[in-house]
């Protein structure tokens, strides 16, 4: 018995078949009875063996196994069985291609590998006949295992990019199936990773890294810092990557980076190294102390192009400001120190200065404002004696009877003033006042003085006053005497009586008589002043004094002497002792002198 053949689809001989409805052929003897049954006994057909001993059956199939016995019976009695099994299989299945587990690197799933020659697998029926294309094209033909496992591994060294693969399997019954056309990508290198150095310093102020960079899209960029992974980050569809780095302190660290792509394809970095520093030492400022004239603890100075110094972090950059205005950027030595000095001088005048230092890593840190005052010059005012004590016949001679005479001083205010009287420095003052007078602690000597000023102010400048030449005077004692009037001695013009007596007042009469040198004279006639006239360096002393003054009769004539200084001493002819008259007394007498003291002076007088 067979199938036959037109209803045998797939392998010939095989017994199965994809047909519900098939004709089995076969041969017996003659004239026989033939029934087909069911293993169960259910007659499915009952036919006689034609002459030429051949005979066929048809039979309905349903899917999957199907058993038939068949019993020959001649007519002798004689019987023969034989069974059959026809397998009837209308139905093939394929599952989707994918990559084994050993060449899918990466992720298991996703068909994109590194391995040049991966191998494509897929279920179906086993034993089924399966052809693979690659982009269309044949590339061979396999069998599916007793299991029904489809395997094909493709060509050595294949290029890498994007493969169309499909299986066409075809069972033994003969059924046809397509699997689905799969993308498979042969990727065995990184495309593009690259780090943006420029954010990721070798020096930073700041433990908040934000490095950036470019890679294979889709791919994953893992951070290590000394050695230990801190992040990882995907590369974005655009192919760029940023990543936070957080340090937790200041130092030196490590840092490299790895990309993985889809394909599990790996390159690793060079190693950076960062220096985190993100904080720097407040600086210092002050001014040289030799730049520092006068005291040094009040910023005062006289020197224009002032040195400062100060300290700070060793390398770091300081920045120096003057008034708001940055004038210099000076380097710190390694010691940690650093100085400066002013290009152009200043002028007078008060500065606000402070720094500011820059580390290398950008760390900034201020100093407290220092208040320099630049004072190059002082003054003082010449001395003068004031009003009240420049007390003689002129109030800017400087001559006075005071032996404390009071001076004025005026000069930059809250200064000390050094006083020095004949040479000597008698005292030190403050100026607090603008209208500020000077007097000597103890009594000067008659005679001539001098006296001069040295100002000192708080930024050591200083200031000398001219010198001031004054005389003390207190006393005049040089006698005041009258020698003659009219050109007439005393004695000629004394009358036996004893009285002086004048005789012609038609013209002016001259007094002329001796005092103090440089003393004023006056004249008072019956308490009248008719006269002043200066006394000559040697001594004399001459008037004229106009008749009108004389009336017939007697006169009181005193001549007072008034020195430079104020003091003054006179001399005085009582009343009645000199006469008008137009008669001389018939002789002539000597005058007798006495003294008569005037203010504590002895000065002769007429009797």
């Known amino acids: 018995m067979v199938l036959r053949e037109a209803d045998d689809s797939g392998k010939v001989g095989d017994w199965i078949t994809n047909k519900s409805h098939v004709t089995i052929d076969g041969t017996a003897e003659a004239g026989s009875t033939l029934t087909i049954r069911s293993p169960q006994g259910v007659v ?32 002798a009695g004689n019987s023969q069985q034989k069974d059959i099994l026809i397998e009837h299989d209308t139905q093939i299945e394929i599952s989707d291609i994918s990559l084994s587990r050993d060449t899918n690197s990466g992720d298991k799933y996703d068909l994109i590998t590194n391995n040049k020659s991966p191998v494509l697998v897929a279920m179906t029926d086993p034993g089924a006949t399966v052809q693979v294309y690659i982009n269309g094209v044949l590339q061979g033909t396999v069998e599916a295992s007793s299991s029904g496992n489809i395997s094909y591994t493709m060509p050595a060294n294949s290029a890498d990019g994007e493969y169309q693969v499909q299986f066409v399997a075809t069972d033994t019954a003969g059924n046809r199936v397509e699997s689905a056309i799969t993308t498979v990508t042969i990727d065995s290198q990184i495309a593009v990773f690259d780090i943006d150095e420029d954010s990721l310093p070798a020096l930073s102020n700041n433990r908040a890294l934000s490095v950036s960079g470019v890679g294979e899209a889709g791919s994953q960029v893992s951070i290590f810092v000394d050695g230990k992974l801190v992040n990882v980050v995907m590369v974005e569809a655009d192919g760029t990557w940023r990543a936070p780095i957080l340090l937790q302190d200041d130092g030196t660290f490590n840092i490299h980076f790895s990309i993985t792509d889809v394909a599990g394809n790996t390159e690793v970095s060079k190693d950076y190294s960062v220096d985190v520093d993100s904080s720097t030492d407040f600086p210092t400022l002050n001014l040289e102390d030799a730049s520092n004239s006068g005291s040094l603890d009040d910023l005062i100075t006289n020197h224009n192009k002032p040195v400062l110094v100060g300290t700070a972090e060793a390398g770091a950059t300081i920045h120096i400001y003057v008034d708001e205005k940055i004038v210099a950027n000076v380097l710190v030595l390694e010691d940690g120190t650093w100085s400066y000095q002013f290009d152009n001088a200043l002028k007078d005048g008060e500065y606000s200065i402070r720094v500011v230092a820059e580390d290398p890593a950008g760390n900034t840190a201020e100093s407290p404002r220092l208040l320099v005052t630049i004072d190059t010059s002082t003054f003082i005012d010449n001395p003068a004696m004031v009003a009240g004590s420049d007390n003689g016949i002129f109030s800017n001679d400087s001559i006075t009877s005071q032996t404390r005479p009071t001076f004025s001083i005026s000069g930059e205010m809250n200064q000390s003033v050094q006083i020095f009287i004949d040479g000597v420095l008698v005292d030190t003052i403050t100026v607090t006042d603008r209208n500020q007078v000077y007097r000597p602690e103890s009594p000067l000597g008659d005679g001539s003085h001098s006296i001069y000023y040295v100002i000192t102010d708080k930024a050591g400048n200083t200031a000398t006053s001219k010198t001031l030449n004054f005389t003390i005077d207190t006393f005049n004692t040089t006698p005041v005497a009258i020698d003659s009037i009219g050109g007439q001695t005393l004695a000629e013009m004394t009358g036996s009586d004893g009285k002086i007596y004048i005789t012609d007042t038609t013209r002016n009469l001259l007094f002329s008589g001796s005092a103090e040198p440089n003393s004023k004279i006056e004249i008072i006639i019956n308490g009248l002043n008719v006269g002043e006239v200066w006394v000559n360096e040697k001594g004399h002393w001459q008037m004229p004094v106009n008749p009108l003054y004389f009336t017939e009769g007697q006169l009181d004539i005193t001549v007072k002497s008034t020195d430079r200084a104020g003091n003054v001493n006179q001399e005085s002819i009582p009343f009645g002792s000199i006469r008008i008259s137009r008669y001389l007394p018939a002789s002539l007498m000597t005058i007798n002198h006495h003294r008569k003291r005037t203010g504590g002076v002895i000065a002769p007088l007429l009797p």
């Open 44 to 75: 499915i057909a009952t036919l006689v063996v034609g002459n030429d001993g051949r005979w066929s059956a048809e039979l309905d199939l349903r899917e999957g196994s199907n058993a038939f016995v068949v019993v020959s019976e001649d007519k």
